[in-house]
């Protein structure tokens, strides 16, 4: 199983970003995909998931009505639309595949917010 994301960079605050994350080499059934961040220094945390169903996690309040997670219909592949970004919404960002009760990370892309 690879799980990959992609779309991450630097941006000033106020500004958007989509990353992108896809999950390889499993056979579809039910599973969840969800980004996860860490920020130096701090622990990691949970911004966003979904279900192969379409199911939408609650977001934590830090990015409620900025962040929006999609999936693509037909593959593995989940989103991560980042509004109105902030200096506080620098980190490591990390796509989270779960299948079968097991959990494959991806190794992270890089969102930093500043100006």
């Known amino acids: 199983v690879q799980v990959v994301e992609s779309g991450g960079g630097l941006v000033q605050p106020g500004g958007s970003l989509r990353l992108s994350c896809e999950a390889t080499?499993?056979?579809?059934?039910?599973?969840?995909m969800s980004w996860y961040r860490q920020a130096p220094g701090k622990e990691r945390e949970l911004v966003a998931g979904i279900t192969s169903t379409g199911i939408v996690t609650d977001y934590p309040d830090s990015v409620k009505g900025r962040f929006a997670i999609s999936r693509h219909r037909t593959k593995a592949t989940v989103y991560l639309q980042m509004n109105s970004l902030k200096p506080e919404d620098t980190a490591v960002y990390y796509c989270?595949?779960?299948?079968?009760?097991?959990?494959?990370w991806g190794q992270g892309t890089q969102v930093s917010v500043s100006s």
């Open positions: 989270k595949l779960r299948v079968l009760y097991r959990d494959y």
């Open positions: 080499g499993f056979t579809f059934g039910n599973y969840g």
